[in-house]
Nanobody
Framework: QLQLVESGGGLVQAGGSLRLSCKASGVTLPHYAIVWFRQAPGKGREGVSCIGTTGSNPMYADSVKGRFTISRDNAKRTVYLQMNSLKPEDTANYYC????????????????????WGQGTQVTVSS
């Protein structure tokens, strides 16, 4: 059974950087896309970025394009979200999600339901 654990959140000043990690376990082959979502207090969940099994053609929300970079190391079963030029509006709880039936990102990456979720990691950006 696929399991996901996020790490790397914290408190940072506006303009700073953080790198989040999403480590997977429980399956032999890393044949699944990983999607990062975030949710701020009082707001709905927002899709941030998606990376497919091979790491090619990652997708990003418009709000983070040019600032965030998603990557994956299949040998380590880990997906990273490098967040640069952070803004106070990036403050949220960040979650990674996956589904063994969803190996590549498509146009529905930010709205699809996923079977497996991590516990989340909090990112707070101070102004």
């Amino acid at each position: 059974q696929l399991q996901l654990v996020e790490s790397g959140g914290g408190l940072v000043q506006a303009g700073g950087s953080l790198r989040l990690s999403c480590k997977a376990s429980g399956v032999t082959l890393p044949h699944y896309a990983i999607v990062w979502f975030r949710q701020a207090p009082g707001k709905g969940r927002e899709g941030v970025s998606c990376i497919g099994t091979t790491g090619s053609n990652p997708m990003y929300a418009d709000s983070v394009k040019g600032r965030f970079t998603i990557s994956r190391d299949n040998a380590k079963r880990t997906v990273y979200l490098q967040m640069n030029s952070l803004k106070p509006e990036d403050t949220a709880n960040y979650y990674c999600a996956a589904d063994l039936s969803y190996p590549f990102c498509n146009s529905r990456w930010s709205t699809r339901n996923f079977a497996t979720w991590g516990q989340g990691t909090q990112v707070t950006v101070s102004s």
